[in-house]
């Protein structure tokens, strides 16, 4: 796989619209919360997704399979 199409951490972390957003955040986007590396990459997809084909992911993005979540409140 070419590094080019690979979402990293990393690469997240110095995305030019996203970087300074989790940087300030070190709270919730560095290894002080448990789950930074999952929520690093959730929001850098969510802000593809929603950037839709001016996205360079935009491709990869249609590729992922359709989620359903649901939540039982019973």
């Known amino acids: 796989v070419p590094y080019e199409v690979i979402i990293s951490v990393d690469k997240c972390h110095r995305d030019p619209t996203l970087g300074k957003f989790y940087a300030e955040n070190p709270k919730i986007f560095t290894n002080r919360h448990r789950d930074w590396e999952q929520l690093t990459l959730t929001v850098f997809l969510l802000y593809q997704q929603q950037l839709g084909d001016k996205s360079f ?18």
């Open 57 to 74: 992911w935009a491709p990869y993005i249609e590729l992922m399979p359709e989620v359903t979540f649901f939540c039982d409140q019973s």
